[in-house]
């Protein structure tokens, strides 16, 4: 009874469960740890003029002011960048699903979409700047935005394509047969059918967006004012974290950990707050 | 124009009529349809010409630097000193190189067991919990990572790994101390293993739940413990997925800018030890970028680490994909 019991094949198999458990605990800790840093290291430098008031003079020597300029000019950015890339996002995920599916073009689109994806936000912001250059437009909140929507587009786009995907056949059948024409089918069964889909997309790129730092180096620039115009530089969160841990002051560097903290804050609620819409909007969706 | 009954009407008139019906015309549906079907498959030819677009733009801009010299020089070339025009990318590859490795290398055993985990033995309620963990992970800015290695995993390869391998591993060329700092390119590997692992475990999860489940119970009905049927059964009927997972990880791993170069040193020399500093392309692009209109050829050099950043990519990630989309469109059909 007892070989039995520990014959090697069952050792084997305690062992590699133990490895399981351990890799699983140290992702967890791993995203544990972050977090604690961030906040442990941000939090005493987080006060509420942090928030509410754009840099002062010398505010990179350690004197008084906040980042409130990056977060709005980050908002705007992200916010721009978004509805940009849903613009063109949602035909191109609508046109994949009611006319192409399976098709050769329809799978070309797709290994496209797959391989923007996973092309760096340095490479988005080196072309985004070429493309500047060419147009003659300088740094401004407006190229930052349309690299940020470039980089958000294929994400988005994927993300709304898998649940399309899990969308019931019969419903779009049932539309087609009662007489819809596809365009119809499109925006009344298929939109509504994957609304929770669509705002779960729609935050994942503005999480992703808000966060990007390397394409917005070179296109949107950085400026202490907030942005009035669209024409003008624009600071973001990002890059006020990088400058401010660049500079020699330890004062400064804690605003740096202190606007890390900030946009890890907005990161979470939107992270967050995707899950909790989603949930509530699936009530509304045909299972 | 004819309606129904066969009378001549003007276009304005139909149109007019069309207004004025509770219900849309047959002919104004169909016209709608055909419409949005064009402008729709306009717009969905963007990502397809996004990828020519970007690749033709660096290649234009890049040309001054990759024509002027012979390619070998420029990809092997050792010296980057842009004020005399010379532009070697060697150090700044295999900086790359081997931030990515050992990033992956780290990444890649803890990735598989996790996803093994959750698509094999976990409980829903396991798995429902880990997905937000995941998520959260991957949701998390790069420039936070770069903070956390600042102030985390620099100082912990300074203070700890550091002294240990000078101690008991020093015989180990590679793993040679040869510097004072903890800006190295394990520091950098070991924030990027944890930034791509939200995403390798995803991907490898999606591979490891296309295994129909009759192959599983068949396994395990003739008396297969899980590990035996995992490592029969599950995983050589998905290894090329896996590998693509990887190589696809290893593709997001490469372009990972701010994060890497906040914590690796961006010191513009060959490495030789993973406690040496080493410069990555993507830091090199993103480090000078401000500056470099005043040098010749300086910006268009900086975008030929780009065209070499994307090049590598789009070959890794059109492999992998072309393998996944396989492999997962199985299911799909």
Same mark, same amino acid.
């Given at each position: 009874?007892?070989?039995?019991?520990?014959?090697?094949?069952?050792?084997?198999?305690?062992?590699?469960?133990?490895?399981?458990?351990?890799?699983?605990?140290?992702?967890?800790?791993?995203?544990?740890?972050? =977090?604690?840093?961030?906040?442990?290291?941000? =939090?005493?430098?987080?006060?509420?003029?942090?928030?509410?008031?754009?840099?002062?003079?010398?505010?990179?020597? &350690?004197?008084?002011?906040?980042?409130?300029?990056?977060?709005? &000019?980050?908002?705007?950015?992200?916010?721009?960048?978004?509805?940009?890339?849903?613009?063109?996002?949602?035909?191109?995920?609508?046109?994949?699903?009611?006319?192409?599916?399976?098709?050769?073009?329809?799978?070309?689109?797709?290994?496209?979409?797959?391989?923007?994806?996973?092309?760096p936000?340095?490479?988005?912001?080196?072309?985004?700047?070429?493309?500047?250059?060419?147009? &003659?437009?300088?740094?401004?909140?407006?190229?930052?935005?349309?690299?940020l929507?470039?980089?958000?587009?294929?994400?988005?786009?994927?993300?709304?394509?898998?649940?399309?995907?899990?969308?019931?056949?019969d419903?779009?059948?049932?539309?087609?047969?009662?007489?819809?024409?596809?365009?119809?089918?499109?925006?009344?069964?298929?939109?509504?059918q994957?609304?929770?889909?669509?705002?779960?997309?729609?935050?994942?790129a503005?999480?992703?967006?808000?966060?990007?730092?390397?394409?917005?180096?070179?296109?949107?620039g950085?400026?202490?004012?907030?942005?009035?115009?669209?024409?003008?530089?624009?600071?973001?969160?990002?890059?006020?974290?990088?400058?401010?841990?660049?500079?020699?002051?330890?004062?400064?560097?804690?605003?740096?950990?202190?606007?890390?903290?900030?946009?890890?804050?907005?990161?979470?609620?939107?992270?967050?707050?995707?899950?909790?819409?989603?949930?509530?909007?699936?009530?509304?969706?045909?299972? | 124009?004819?309606?129904?009954?066969?009378?001549?009407?003007?276009?304005?008139?139909?149109?007019?009529?069309?207004?004025?019906?509770?219900?849309?015309?047959?002919?104004?549906? /169909?016209?709608?349809? !055909?419409?949005?079907?064009?402008?729709?498959?306009?717009?969905?030819?963007?990502?397809?010409?996004?990828?020519?677009?970007?690749?033709?733009?660096?290649?234009w801009?890049?040309?001054?630097?990759? +024509?002027?010299?012979?390619?070998?020089?420029?990809?092997?070339?050792?010296?980057?000193?842009?004020?005399?025009?010379?532009? +070697?990318?060697?150090?700044?590859?295999? *900086?790359?190189?081997?931030?990515?490795?050992? *990033?992956?290398?780290?990444?890649?055993?803890?990735?598989?067991? $996790?996803?093994?985990?959750?698509?094999?033995?976990?409980?829903?309620?396991?798995?429902?919990?880990?997905?937000?963990?995941?998520?959260?992970?991957?949701?998390?800015?790069?420039?936070?990572? *770069?903070?956390?290695?600042?102030?985390?995993?620099?100082?912990?390869?300074?203070?700890?790994?550091?002294?240990?391998?000078? !101690?008991?591993?020093? /015989?180990?060329?590679?793993? /040679?101390?040869?510097?004072?700092? +903890?800006?190295?390119?394990?520091?950098?590997?070991?924030?990027?293993?944890?930034?791509?692992?939200?995403?390798?475990? #995803?991907?490898?999860?999606?591979?490891?739940?296309t295994?129909?489940?009759?192959?599983?119970?068949?396994?395990?009905?003739?008396?297969?413990?899980?590990?035996?049927?995992?490592?029969?059964v599950v995983?050589?009927?998905?290894?090329? *997925?896996?590998?693509?997972?990887?190589?696809?990880?290893?593709?997001?791993?490469?372009?990972?800018?701010?994060?890497?170069?906040?914590?690796?040193?961006?010191?513009?020399?060959?490495p030789?030890?993973?406690?040496?500093?080493?410069?990555?392309?993507?830091?090199?692009?993103?480090?000078?970028?401000g500056?470099?209109?005043?040098?010749?050829?300086?910006?268009?050099a900086?975008? +030929? /680490?780009?065209?070499?950043?994307?090049? $590598?990519?789009?070959?890794?990630?059109?492999? #992998?994909?072309?393998?996944?989309?396989?492999?997962?469109?199985?299911?799909?059909?």
């Open positions: 009874m007892i070989t039995k019991r520990w014959s090697r094949r069952r050792i084997t198999e305690a062992f590699v469960k133990g490895m399981m458990f351990i890799s699983l605990a140290l992702v967890a800790a791993s995203l544990g740890v972050i =977090l604690w840093t961030v906040i442990i290291r941000g =939090l005493p430098a987080l006060t509420w003029d942090m928030v509410t008031q754009t840099p002062k003079g010398g505010y990179y020597m &350690g004197k008084a002011g906040g980042v409130l300029n990056a977060i709005i &000019g980050s908002l705007y950015l992200a916010g721009g960048g978004t509805a940009m890339a849903l613009l063109f996002s949602l035909p191109i995920a609508l046109y994949l699903e009611t006319y192409l599916g399976d098709s050769t073009w329809g799978r070309y689109v797709r290994l496209s979409l797959d391989v923007l994806w996973g092309i936000s340095i490479v988005y912001g080196a072309f985004g700047f070429t493309l500047m250059l060419a147009i &003659g437009l300088r740094a401004s909140l407006l190229a930052g935005i349309i690299v929507s470039l980089l958000e587009l294929p994400i988005m786009v994927r993300a709304m394509d898998e649940v399309i995907r899990r969308m019931p056949v419903l779009e059948q049932a539309a087609l047969a009662l007489g819809s024409t596809k365009l119809e089918v499109a925006l009344r069964v298929v939109t509504r994957m609304l929770p889909g669509i705002v779960t997309a729609i935050l994942l503005f999480g992703r967006g808000i966060g990007d730092a390397a394409s917005v180096l070179f296109t949107a950085y400026t202490d004012r907030i942005p009035t115009s669209l024409l003008r530089p624009t600071a973001s969160l990002p890059l006020a974290v990088f400058f401010q841990l660049a500079t020699p002051y330890p004062e400064v560097q804690r605003r740096g950990y202190a606007s890390a903290l900030i946009l890890t804050i907005i990161v979470l609620i939107v992270s967050l707050g995707s899950r909790w819409m989603s949930s509530r909007l699936n009530k509304y969706t045909v299972k | 124009m004819e309606d129904r009954n066969g009378i001549f009407k003007s276009k304005s008139l139909v149109l007019a009529e069309g207004r004025l019906q509770t219900r849309p015309s047959a002919d104004g549906r /169909a016209r709608a349809d !055909r419409n949005a079907r064009r402008a729709f498959s306009i717009i969905t030819m963007l990502p397809v010409l996004l990828i020519a677009v970007i690749s033709v733009a660096l290649i801009r890049a040309w001054p630097v990759v +024509g002027d010299q012979p390619l070998s020089k420029t990809i092997f070339g050792v010296a980057w000193r842009p004020e005399e025009g010379s532009f +070697g990318f060697w150090p700044f590859i295999t *900086g790359t190189a081997w931030v990515t490795m050992v *990033g992956m290398l780290l990444a890649v055993f803890p990735c598989i067991m $996790v996803s093994l985990y959750l698509s094999e033995y976990a409980h829903t309620a396991t798995r429902s919990l880990a997905k937000p963990v995941l998520d959260l992970l991957a949701a998390i800015p790069p420039v936070v990572y *770069g903070v956390w290695g600042l102030l985390a995993i620099v100082p912990f390869v300074e203070h700890v790994l550091a002294p240990f391998a000078k !101690r008991w591993l020093g /015989a180990v060329p590679i793993l /040679a101390v040869n510097q004072p700092t +903890g800006f190295s390119i394990l520091a950098g590997g070991i924030v990027l293993a944890v930034m791509v692992a939200p995403f390798i475990i #995803s991907v490898l999860y999606e591979i490891f739940a295994v129909p489940d009759d192959l599983r119970h068949a396994s395990l009905a003739v008396g297969a413990t899980r590990w035996q049927t995992i490592r029969s995983i050589p009927r998905v290894l090329p *997925g896996i590998v693509a997972g990887v190589v696809l990880g290893a593709s997001r791993a490469l372009g990972e800018t701010i994060a890497v170069l906040m914590v690796i040193g961006n010191v513009a020399k060959v030789s030890s993973v406690f040496d500093p080493a410069y990555p392309l993507p830091a090199l692009i993103a480090n000078n970028y500056d470099m209109m005043s040098i010749p050829l300086y910006d268009a900086l975008l +030929g /680490a780009a065209l070499v950043l994307l090049v $590598v990519i789009l070959f890794f990630n059109m492999a #992998s994909t072309l393998v996944l989309q396989q492999l997962l469109g199985r299911q799909w059909t």
